[in-house]
Each structure stands twice: as C-alpha cells, then as structure tokens.
C-alpha cells in the first residue's frame, strides 16, 4: 500500500511541540522568536488534532463494522 505523502506523523508532530514548549519555557528566546514558537506551535496542535479526530473516526468505523455500536467516552480525569 503507498503511503500518503500529506499524512501527518503524529508521533513526530508530537515531538516537535514538546521541543517547542521546552524552549518557549526555557525563556531565553526573543520575542520575534516566541511569537515564531508560539505560531509554528498552534499549527502542531491543529495537525495533532486532526490526527487525532481521523484515527477515532477510523475506530467508531472499525466497531461499527462490528457491530459493537457502544462507544463509552474516554475521561481523563476519571481514574479509578
């Protein structure tokens, strides 16, 4: 199967905001640089999301094809 070449490396994506954050946290940056960060980071978490959003909608296909329609939602903030 060819590989997209408009098809977002999440993990790669993911990496790279991390960087971006580190740095932007570190503040030795100017403000030209920051804004530059801060930008390119918006961008990244717009691709991950996307990312995202796409692997999920793969997913409820996937269960739906299998006839396994009951989705339960994901809350991070519930940790039993």
Same mark, same amino acid.
Do not use: H, W
């Given at each position: 199967?060819? !590989?997209?070449?408009?098809?977002?490396? $999440?993990?790669?994506?993911?990496?790279?905001?991390?960087?971006?954050?580190? /740095?932007?946290?570190?503040?030795? &940056?100017?403000?030209? =640089? *920051?804004? /530059?960060? $801060? =930008?390119?980071?918006?961008? &990244?978490? !717009?691709?991950? %999301?996307?990312?995202?959003? !796409?692997?999920? %909608? !793969?997913?409820?296909?996937?269960?739906?094809?299998?006839?396994?329609?009951?989705?339960? *939602? $994901?809350?991070?903030?519930? *940790?039993?």
């Amino acid at each position: 199967m060819p !590989k997209k070449t408009n098809v977002i490396n $999440f993990e790669k994506t993911f990496i790279e905001l991390e960087d971006l954050v580190k /740095k932007m946290e570190g503040g030795d &940056l100017s403000l030209e =640089e *920051s804004l /530059k960060y $801060f =930008e390119r980071g918006m961008l &990244l978490t !717009k691709n991950c %999301q996307q990312a995202l959003n !796409k692997a999920e %909608q !793969k997913v409820r296909i996937l269960l739906e094809k299998n006839n396994k329609n009951n989705l339960e *939602s $994901f809350d991070s903030d519930n *940790s039993d």
